[in-house]
Structure formats: structure tokens, C-alpha cells
């Protein structure tokens, strides 16, 4: 790509459309992903004379996919990131863009398999976020659904934390979670969520389309989403405290999922 053009990609925050997000990526694993997964990245800037292995195939897919490179020392390096982990590499994205609900119809339909979704009802924790996005894309989701408000959107620390899974699996912002369910339930769509007092998730038929509701670190699954949702699974617990972090539940019950599509 040559210099206008990547100079025509930028745009002002303020020209965005809803469904983009201006993202800086950092660390190997997800600046490597990235560039493979043919993101538009504006800038890289690489911790010059590094001999880093991963670094260097970094560099080698750059140069592949035409990206342009920064060699710069460490401390502009430090100056320049959001985190604490960078790994002498930065990239620089004129803008994520979100996906639609009908991109992860699309996945189903290519895959052949029933749909299967996860929804985050707020959570607010980018580490957890990134996480979860992480587990939707290996247990073979077809898609990701996170609200507007009060929640993480797609920072760089969640980004990170995805381990790059963020380029390979959509993700979608929608204004409102409740809506949006009863949308989908409209299209066949069956949706499960977690609580204390639900039935025994191994007890459940979770097969044919479904969608995993993963409540808040703090409060859960909100009760308006919750009366939405067709089945309530409880995850057994053996320990003297009474919940599981975020983004294990959502492996607990997507897991589930794969090991009933599997049987």
C-alpha cells in the first residue's frame, strides 16, 4: 500500500460511524495477529535493534503486507503505551470497526453449525472482556455481543487479553441487550444465562442455536436480561465462596456447548 494511501485511511475520531473505535494495539502476539488477520494499520513502531525472534517475524509480515515501520527507543516506546506490556512494539489502527449481527449469521451459515453467540451483559473489566472474546473464538462462536453503555469496549488492554482472537471473531456494540435478544429469539434463537438458582447446566439440552449471556463482575446477569433468556444454568460449586470470575463462567458454560455439539 503506498504512502496517499495510507494517508487516506486516517480519519478524525469525530468522522467515525457507530460502529468503529480507534484502537492501539500493543505486545507481539496481538500486533502479529493483526497484521496477518490484514487489519488497516497506520503506523508500527518497533523498539529499534531489537533481536526478538518475534519481533523479527513481525517485521517480515509487515514488510509482506506493506505496513509502515518506526524504529524507536525504549522510552518512546513507554511514553507512547496504555499498558505495562508492549514488548517493544506498538501498532497503530486508524479505527476498529464493530460488526454487525448479521456477520455472525454469515459465520454460522459458512460453518454449517447452528448459531452460537456469546453476550456480555456489562462487563466492565477489559482483562475479562478480552478473555471472553479469547474463549468465544476457540470454542468455535460465531460472534460476540457487547452493549454501549457501562461496559469495556475494545480498549488495548482488551485487545491484549483476546490474545489476538479479536481479529478472527465478530464483535458487535448494540444499545440495547434486551432488545437485541428478543430480536434474535424472533430468529430461532434460544439464549442461557447463569445464577445461583438455576438448574444444573449439565442437566440442559443446550443444543441447536444458542446464545451465553455472562453477567457483570459484580452483579450478574441484570434482571430485565435474565427474564429474556430461555434457560437458567447453575455451575456447581464446591468452595465456600459463591461465584466464579466472568470470564471463567463463560468458559464453564461455552464449553458446555461444544461438548454437547460434539456428543
Known sequence: MSESNKISHTRDLNTLDQNTESLQLEGKHSVLEAIRADQTIERLFVLKESRDSQ?????REAKKHRVLVDFVDKERLDHMAET???QG???KLSAFHYAELSDMFDNSEKSGEPLFLFLLDGIEDPHNLGAIIRTAHQAGAHGVIIPKRRAAGLTATA???SAGAVNYIPVARVTNLSDTIRELKDKGVWFVCADMDGTTLYDLNLTGPIGVVVGSEGNGVSRL??????FI???????QIDSLNASVAAGVLGYEIVRQRLK
Open 55 to 59: 519481533i523479527q517475524t513481525i517485521l
Open 225 to 230: 436480561v435474565k427474564e429474556n433468556c430461555d
Open 159 to 161: 485487545v491484549a487479553a
Open 84 to 86: 505495562d506490556h508492549h
Open 89 to 91: 512494539v506498538i501498532a
Open 233 to 239: 444454568a447453575s455451575i456447581p460449586m464446591k468452595g
